[in-house]
């Protein structure tokens, strides 16, 4: 009896490491978006469901949940079942700063991350506005900037985090706060001229600006933005050389209860697949976003920087729910 | 004037309604103005709430105001409000009775297949038992209505997760 | 001109081929079937589509996505009329008047109305797409906050021809419905309201629980909460479209296509909106107002018409600007970027054959919906036969995997239940549901641009009323409000008659 459960023991032990690469899921994965069908994160993920799909021989389901910035489906994964057929995914910003934001009781810690491409944030104006650049843009904030329509998809979106950053270095700078529905539509009225300017994701302006309706000034970043069919966008460091910000990365995640295999499973293909996957290429190049797959404590480190600069831009506006300090979000070193 | 039915059923919903309308416009007022952002008081987001709720209130009290002048808040006199004894209204409350011990308490604790044939040969049976006693076809029926439920329950399996990949509760 | 006409008979000739043909006929079957069933949306059978057509090839997979997505929004009206459950938010308005007519015996006839308004439809919205695609894709543009605005309002104001017998109980569900979208979330401070601390509740009332709740659920309790009735099938009753209902309301259909169209270029509004205004303005401009509602062919054909045309519109200013005209283009846009195609501004310069291929691949999907309009008909009218004890709880497994489909969260499903039971009890207090969903619908439109017209503004009330479109949609506002006061209607007749007679 001894030599059966010790013979049984062994053959479990010997049996790990084999398993361990080789999750072979046997129903179709869900992928959560917690944003509508077509939007910035529902186009990178289904991109990676499609090499997902390839690499592991199932199906990678994509389910749109909107609702509450994003909060809704990502609650919704956390009362799933953590056996890696349910994952997450959005922007690493957003889900490690729920706490601040009030939105859902989550962080960081509560996940693993795998993530496909950086966003980064470009400010475009209509192209009937008179701003030359960036620094005549900055000087009009701040001479009369409270009559300046800014379009933004809303509290805590890409545009509204990087309007309160370029707040905060250039004091005296003013704008108004106009909120749309999402990245898309909030680009659509600069092209339109209903706002004059907005700071959401270069793959949201991509379009409209190669068609030379919205006019790019900067991209927040410390170095230029080459976009397909456009040329370079000067980074935003030549006006302003102390200008940090970390990027936004996409991607998704597992909760930190997924069973071992299936992390060590992701983990592989992420470094083999992902990383070298032309068709995400290709779509990043498309939509100006850089294309930077990573995963396991290199992912998790890229998050939490922007995570902190999205919980303290919100703490020093005086709109954050509590102090990140306080939920393990210590102040970005400068 | 004796009240006519229809009057004391448009005088309930309207005091309904009216409660309703009030209610959302004093729920409206507890919510902070917000202008600490520099914005005016037009982005109070208890605006557009209290704007409906005051017309819901409004039009509630003309439904009143139509009811009673029909007698309809004379509510004791008359024909009944509801017509509560027929057979029609207790298959409707058994239906109701299934159709959320299905939703609140099967699905969810049972796989969905079982759930949904649990339901569906439960609600058949309930259902068509009077008609079949009658008819005498007791025994075939059952076996049939069981078959249509098995088809059924495995059809919306297969349709719902097999061929459009939704996971069902 | 002539030009235009060779680059179409060139993508017509390139989707003349054996694969691209059975593509076609597999994708808007799938697409019928996604549409009928309750839950499975346009958006959802698009999107859902994208991944399972991620290695096709682009021209390929992109005739896939537009034959589900024109056969999912002409098979939703199956389900409206054979059980009174819309089975795409879109058909909720071919309800009325479809499932009336099944009640009459007239299933089949009423499913050819549907089949030739949806194929018509599409021809008409096809042809602006074919036609007018540089011009017409700007129009996206000129719609912002404040008319946007105007726009809820007009539909306000014409759904009060939907109101039914009584308007007061239309308007106070309908004002409901505007409450309703505004739970949760609200846009400007993301300040979350109407909740009472159910954190479910933040992401607001989604509208399709809510509209197989109040359509869906509520049916079933109140056909089983009813005498039991023989159903009446017509044998003679032909399932093939009448080239005679076509001529007759031809005005009907050439009016609902436009406004289907114009819809659909407009961005945020959709199928549904564009269903709802051309069954209201078909009732508004009919002779024959008092059958809305009761079985009316010509209310059937416009809301057919209307929303299957609203395609094709919101597919033109996805190639001209990248700006999707509803949710499924939003998608369909979508997948279009992930597929190398660059929609957008330049693409009349980059690739003009590809708004050929599109207008072809139209042509190719309303071939299919004929199709299946002509196969699947005869044997779709028998689900009423089968007795309504066994089609009812059939039909509520149906919502409740409907409801929970869609974002697969239990909480919809609770949303339908409720809205079920209330629209039940409210049915029996003679209130309307239509008011109701379509307040859902609107309510969000007019609360967030609004609120977003007025931050613009600085809140200067002035900013609604001073710009062209607005100016307009103000004016008809007004004329339709002038018009119910009792009194001016005849007097403004009787103005016109005398212009005529000098």
């Known amino acids: 009896m001894t030599r059966m459960l010790l013979a049984a023991a062994a053959a479990v032990v010997l049996a790990l490491p084999a398993g361990a690469q080789n999750w072979k899921p046997t129903k179709p994965v869900n992928i959560i978006v917690p944003w509508a069908a077509g939007g910035s994160t529902d186009q990178v993920i289904r991109v990676v469901a499609g090499e997902l799909e390839d690499a592991l021989g199932q199906k990678f389901v994509v389910v749109n949940q909107p609702g509450a910035s994003g909060s809704i489906g990502t609650k919704s994964v956390l009362e799933a079942p953590k056996d890696g057929y349910t994952w997450a995914s959005g922007a690493a910003g957003d889900v490690g700063s729920y706490r601040v934001t009030g939105l859902l009781d989550t962080g960081m810690a509560d996940w693993h991350f795998y993530l496909a491409i950086a966003n980064v944030s470009v400010v475009g104006v209509g192209a009937a506005t008179p701003y030359k650049d960036f620094k005549e843009f900055v000087d009009l904030l701040k001479a009369r900037g409270d009559g300046i329509p800014v379009a933004t998809a809303g509290i805590s979106s890409a545009a509204h985090n990087a309007m309160e950053l370029l707040v905060k270095l250039n004091p005296g700078m003013k704008y108004k706060h106009v909120t749309y529905d999402g990245g898309n539509p909030a680009v659509i009225a600069v092209a339109s001229g209903e706002a004059h300017a907005t700071a959401q994701l270069a793959s949201e302006q991509a379009e409209m600006i190669r068609a030379k309706r919205v006019r790019p000034l900067a991209v927040l970043a410390g170095k230029p933005l080459t976009l397909d069919g456009y040329g370079d966008i000067p980074p935003v460091t030549n006006w302003l050389p102390n200008f940090v910000s970390a990027a936004n990365y996409f991607g998704m995640w597992a909760h930190k209860d997924t069973p071992k295999e299936v992390i060590e499973t992701m983990n592989q293909v992420w470094s083999s697949k992902i990383a070298n996957s032309a068709k995400l290429r290709a779509y990043a190049t498309a939509r100006g976003a850089a294309f930077d797959p990573s995963s396991g404590a290199e992912a998790h480190k890229r998050g939490f920087a922007m995570v902190q600069e999205i919980s303290w831009n919100y703490f020093d506006a005086g709109k954050a729910k509590l102090d990140p300090s306080t939920v393990g979000i210590p102040r970005p070193a400068k | 004037m004796i009240p006519t039915r229809q009057s004391k059923r448009d005088f309930l919903a309207g005091v309904f309604f009216a409660l309703l309308g009030l209610g959302i416009v004093a729920e409206a007022q507890r919510i902070p103005a917000m202008t600490s952002g520099g914005t005016g008081l037009y982005t109070w987001p208890g605006l557009v709430p209290s704007f409906h709720g005051a017309i819901v209130l409004l039009l509630s009290l003309a439904l009143i105001w139509r009811s009673t002048r029909q007698g309809g808040h004379r509510l004791g006199t008359g024909e009944t409000v509801f017509e509560r004894a027929g057979t029609p209204f207790r298959t409707m409350l058994v239906t109701l009775v299934l159709c959320l011990a299905f939703a609140l308490v099967a699905v969810g604790r049972l796989p969905f297949w079982l759930a949904s044939f649990a339901f569906l040969s439960a609600s058949f049976i309930v259902l068509g038992w009077e008609e079949w006693r009658d008819a005498g076809t007791t025994r075939r029926s059952l076996v049939k209505v069981l078959a249509i439920a098995a088809a059924v329950a495995i059809g919306v399996h297969y349709v719902f997760q097999e061929l459009f990949l939704v996971r069902l509760p | 001109?002539?030009?235009?006409?060779?680059?179409?008979?060139?993508?017509?000739?390139?989707?003349?081929?054996?694969?691209?043909?059975?593509?076609?006929?597999?994708?808007?079957?799938?697409?019928?079937?996604?549409?009928?069933?309750?839950?499975?949306?346009?958006?959802?059978?698009?999107?859902?589509?994208?991944?399972?057509?991620?290695?096709?090839?682009?021209?390929?997979?992109?005739?896939?996505?537009?034959?589900?997505?024109?056969?999912?929004?002409?098979?939703?009206?199956?389900?409206?009329?054979?059980?009174?459950?819309?089975?795409?938010?879109?058909?909720?308005?071919?309800?009325?008047?479809?499932?009336?007519?099944?009640?009459?015996?007239?299933?089949?006839?009423?499913?050819?109305?549907?089949?030739?308004?949806?194929?018509?439809?599409?021809?008409?919205?096809?042809?602006?797409?074919?036609?007018?695609?540089?011009?017409?894709?700007?129009?996206?543009?000129?719609?912002?906050?404040?008319?946007?605005?105007?726009?809820?309002?007009?539909?306000?104001?014409?759904?009060?021809?939907?109101?039914?017998?009584?308007?007061?109980?239309?308007?106070?569900?309908?004002?409901?419905?505007?409450?309703?979208?505004?739970?949760?979330?609200?846009?400007?401070?993301?300040?979350?309201?109407?909740?009472?601390?159910?954190?479910?509740?933040?992401?607001?009332?989604?509208?399709?629980?809510?509209?197989?709740?109040?359509?869906?659920?509520?049916?079933?309790?109140?056909?089983?909460?009813?005498?039991?009735?023989?159903?009446?099938?017509?044998?003679?009753?032909?399932?093939?479209p009448r080239l005679k209902d076509v001529f007759q309301y031809w005005r009907t259909i050439v009016r609902s296509g436009a406004i289907g169209t114009f819809i659909g270029i407009v961005p945020g509004v959709g199928e549904d909106v564009a269903a709802w205004s051309s069954y209201a303005a078909a009732k508004r401009f009919s002779k024959e107002r008092d059958k809305f509602g009761k079985g009316s062919i010509e209310g059937l054909m416009a809301a057919e018409t209307g929303d299957n045309a609203c395609v094709p519109g919101a597919v033109i200013p996805v190639l001209t600007l990248a700006i999707p005209g509803s949710a499924p283009a939003a998608v369909l846009l979508a997948a279009m970027l992930i597929h190398g195609v660059r929609a957008g501004p330049m693409i009349m310069i980059e690739s003009p054959q590809f708004v050929y291929d599109v207008v072809a691949m139209m042509l190719l999907a309303s071939i299919g919906i004929l199709i299946y309009g002509l196969v699947l008909t005869k044997a779709l009218v028998k689900v009423l036969l089968v007795p309504r004890e066994i089609v009812m709880p059939i039909v509520f497994v149906l919502c409740l995997v409907g409801s929970f489909a869609i974002a697969s969260r239990m909480f919809d499903v609770w949303v339908m239940l409720s809205f079920g039971v209330i629209g039940y009890v409210l049915r029996q207090l003679d209130f309307p549901m239509a008011p109701l969903v379509l307040g859902i619908v609107l309510g969000d439109l007019l609360d967030k641009n609004l609120v977003r017209g007025l931050v613009l503004a600085e809140g200067d009330v002035t900013a609604f009323f001073t710009r062209p479109i607005c100016i307009v949609l103000w004016l008809l506002v007004a004329a339709i409000l002038l018009s119910r006061v009792p009194g001016i209607e005849s007097r403004i007749r009787s103005l016109a008659a005398r212009w005529a007679r000098t």
């Open chain 3, 1 to 240: 001109m002539f030009e235009g006409l060779e680059a179409f008979g060139r993508s017509l000739a390139a989707y003349a081929t054996f694969d691209a043909v059975f593509t076609m006929l597999w994708s808007s079957l799938l697409g019928v079937v996604i549409g009928a069933l309750p839950g499975l949306t346009a958006t959802m059978g698009v999107a859902l589509m994208t991944t399972l057509t991620f290695k096709m090839k682009a021209s390929e997979a992109i005739l896939v996505l537009i034959c589900t997505y024109v056969g999912a929004i002409y098979g939703g009206s199956r389900s409206a009329i054979l059980l009174n459950i819309p089975g795409t938010p879109a058909s909720a308005a071919s309800c009325l008047d479809g499932h009336a007519l099944a009640k009459q015996g007239l299933a089949g006839r009423a499913m050819g109305i549907a089949t030739s308004g949806s194929i018509l439809g599409t021809w008409i919205g096809m042809l602006a797409l074919a036609l007018f695609t540089p011009v017409l894709g700007n129009v996206a543009l000129d719609f912002g906050s404040y008319e946007f605005f105007w726009l809820a309002v007009f539909g306000i104001v014409i759904s009060g021809n939907l109101t039914g017998g009584d308007p007061l109980k239309g308007w106070i569900i309908g004002f409901l419905g505007l409450f309703v979208a505004g739970i949760g979330q609200e846009p400007v401070h993301a300040y979350i309201r109407f909740t009472f601390g159910f954190a479910d509740l933040s992401g607001g009332i989604s509208l399709i629980p809510a509209l197989v709740g109040a359509f869906g659920f509520a049916e079933v309790l109140a056909v089983l909460g009813s005498p039991k009735q023989k159903a009446i099938i017509n044998a003679f009753d032909s399932v093939i």
